[in-house]
Antibody
Framework: EVQLLESGGGLVQPGGSLRLSCAAS????????MSWVRQAPGKGLEWVSG????????HYADSVKGRFTISRDNSKNTLYLQMNSLRAEDTAVYHC???????????????WGQGTLVTVSS | QSALTQPASVSGSPGQSITISCTGT?????????VSWYQQHPGKAPKLMIY???KWPSGVSNRFSGSKSGNTASLTISGLQAEDEADYYC??????????FGTGTKVTVL
């Protein structure tokens, strides 16, 4: 059974930083691209960032480009999202997501974590 | 990277069919047969219902079907059931290796 367990969320002040982690199990982690998708309270889904299976190619939504960095450690089956210069509009539940293939090229997300809440507020 | 446009709400009676539209541009929906649909019940993670416009993941009922014409993709739910009441989101691959989700549609079973 595929499991994606996010951690690292919490309350942070505007301008602050936070690092999210996603521990993956139940599949060959190094074989799949991974994404982060967020959902603001009462709002819709927003793709944030994706990384290919090997970790060599990363992609970002315009709303986070230059502030967020996605990475992965295939030896630890773990996905990360480093979030800097956080803004109130970054407040959301952040889901870790397993893409269908090895590249960020389909928006076919087979598995989702339950998410971790990030609140940006003073 | 503007969100794809979906109707805010769609409703139907049990047994009826409903269709949810998802309108994008020639940079996303119109250029790629890479539209997927997700179902989300309150407080739950999204679930993949359709991928690559019209394909079913294993375990998903064939009451759900997808199609695309030009810049607009559609999800049809046939034989509407109470358990289908949920939020539905489309998603498309877009240029520059990014994904764009739809605005979301709340389906109500009357």
């Amino acid at each position: 059974e595929v499991q994606l367990l996010e951690s690292g969320g919490g309350l942070v002040q505007p301008g602050g930083s936070l690092r999210l982690s996603c521990a993956a199990s139940g599949f060959a982690f190094s074989g799949n691209a991974m994404s982060w998708v967020r959902q603001a309270p009462g709002k819709g889904l927003e793709w944030v960032s994706g990384i290919n299976a090997g970790g060599f190619s990363t992609h970002y939504a315009d709303s986070v480009k230059g502030r967020f960095t996605i990475s992965r450690d295939n030896s630890k089956n773990t996905l990360y999202l480093q979030m800097n210069s956080l803004r109130a509009e970054d407040t959301a539940v952040y889901h870790c997501a397993r893409d269908q293939g090895a590249l960020v090229d389909t928006c076919t997300i087979r598995d989702w974590g339950q998410g971790t809440l990030v609140t940006v507020s003073s | 990277q503007s969100a794809l446009t979906q109707p805010a709400s769609v409703s139907g009676s049990p047994g009826q069919s409903i269709t949810i539209s998802c309108t994008g541009t020639s940079s996303d929906v119109g250029s790629y047969n890479l539209v997927s649909w997700y179902q989300q019940h309150p407080g739950k993670a999204p679930k993949l219902m359709i991928y690559e416009v019209s394909k079913w993941p294993s375990g998903v009922s064939n009451r759900f079907s997808g199609s695309k014409s030009g810049n607009t993709a559609s999800l049809t739910i046939s034989g509407l059931q109470a358990e289908d009441e949920a939020d539905y989101y489309c998603c498309s691959y877009a240029s520059s290796r990014s994904y764009v989700f739809g605005t979301g549609t709340k389906v109500t079973v009357l």
